[in-house]
Each structure stands twice: as structure tokens, then as C-alpha cells.
């Protein structure tokens, strides 16, 4: 879930080519599957849970309009893990973004429910998702997009490989106050180990 209590800073990664990827299994029961026709609704249950968007339905209209049209893709490239019971919980997918005329292969929309939070379901979908996207990009840089919100997913894409960069104009991504996430991170980190 966004920490909304600091401030709100970008926060742009990038993992080097040739950086391993770590695996992670799921507990007994659960398993990761991709996306089909209809996943749009548990794509939008999955993002409102953790406040990425306001509500459900302002959350299926961002998917509809900016994913639906590359619906060919979702089916290779959005992961989702299902519980026993068949309910889809976390969700992750392995997309693409241009910096000018470079397109270059992005890690988007990393989110669990709060109720599966913290019982690695997160690490089991960013190295599926990694998977996937070696399998179709190739073995590049890959990139992705947080924020000072999500400052307890830093910690999980770091052991995933990605390193936080103070690259300027990523994806349209100004990047341009690096030092102020910086003291955020830092300050939020000191709190995890003094309390």
C-alpha cells in the first residue's frame, strides 16, 4: 500500500544487462498465470487496493485506454498470482517505454493486495515478470518507474537487481529532484532500523 505520509518524489531504476534473475516460488497453492480478456477488472481491483488510483473504475478506465488497444501483449507480458481459492491478488507486467526514439523495456503497475503483502508474492511476480521479459526483449537494461510512496518496494526491486538512477528524462520521466527522493529513502530507512 502508498505511504502517503511522506512527500511524493519519482523515483526512476534500472537494471544492467546481464544482471541474474533471482526466482522466488509461491507458497503451496498459488500460481502465477497471464492475462485474458476480462483480467482488466482484477488488473483494476488489484491497483485500487493499494491507492495507485482513487477507485476501481478510474482504474479500469486508465487500463482500458492505455492497455486494452495492445491486448496481444497483455497476453504474453501481464502476470497476475492467483490464490487457492482462484482469486487473482498481486499483479505485474512487463511493458515497454520510449525515451525519444529508444524504446527500452519497463517493469509496470507492481502490486500486491494489502492482505498478501509481505509474504513475498511480490519478489514470486518481479522475477516471472523479469523472466518474461528477457524471454521477449532479450537480455537488455531494463527500467522501471516507483516513488517515494512505495519506498518499501525500493527495498524489493534492489534485491531484484535494479538500482536507483538519477538518469534525467527516462520514458518522460523529468527525474529532477533525485536528491529529495534520496532524503526521503533515507530518512524512511532509518526509521525501519531505529524505529
Not at 1 to 9: C, E, G, T
Given at each position: ?19 541474474p ?18 483480467d ?36 504474453r ?58 524471454a521477449?526483449e ?15 518496494a ?5 534485491n ?17 529532484h533525485?536528491?529529495?527522493a ?14
Amino acid at each position: 500500500m502508498l505511504d502517503k505520509s511522506v512527500p511524493f518524489f519519482d523515483i526512476l531504476m534500472h537494471r544492467k544487462k546481464g544482471t541474474p534473475i533471482k526466482r522466488h516460488p509461491l507458497p503451496d497453492g498459488y500460481d502465477i498465470v497471464l492475462f485474458k480478456p476480462g483480467d482488466e477488472w482484477n488488473w483494476a481491483k488489484i491497483e485500487a487496493s493499494v491507492l495507485e488510483f482513487d477507485d476501481e473504475g478510474a482504474a479500469l478506465r486508465y487500463f482500458q485506454a492505455d492497455r486494452m488497444p495492445y491486448v496481444r501483449e497483455l497476453v504474453r507480458r501481464c502476470a497476475f498470482v492467483v490464490d487457492p481459492k482462484g482469486e487473482k491478488v498481486g499483479t505485474a507486467t512487463a511493458w515497454w517505454n520510449y525515451t525519444g526514439v529508444r524504446r527500452d523495456p519497463w517493469l509496470h503497475w507492481v502490486a500486491v493486495k494489502p492482505p498478501f503483502q509481505g509474504l513475498g508474492f511480490g519478489k514470486a511476480l518481479v522475477g516471472e515478470v523479469l523472466s518474461l521479459m528477457r524471454a521477449i526483449e532479450g537480455d537488455r537494461d531494463y527500467y522501471l518507474h516507483t516513488q517515494t510512496w512505495s519506498h518499501k518496494a525500493v527495498n524489493m526491486y534492489e534485491n531484484a537487481g535494479f538500482e536507483i538512477t538519477d538518469e534525467r528524462n527516462l520514458a518522460g520521466y523529468e527525474n529532477g529532484h533525485y536528491d529529495e527522493a534520496m532524503q526521503v529513502l533515507k530518512s524512511v530507512r532509518r526509521q525501519y532500523i531505529y524505529g
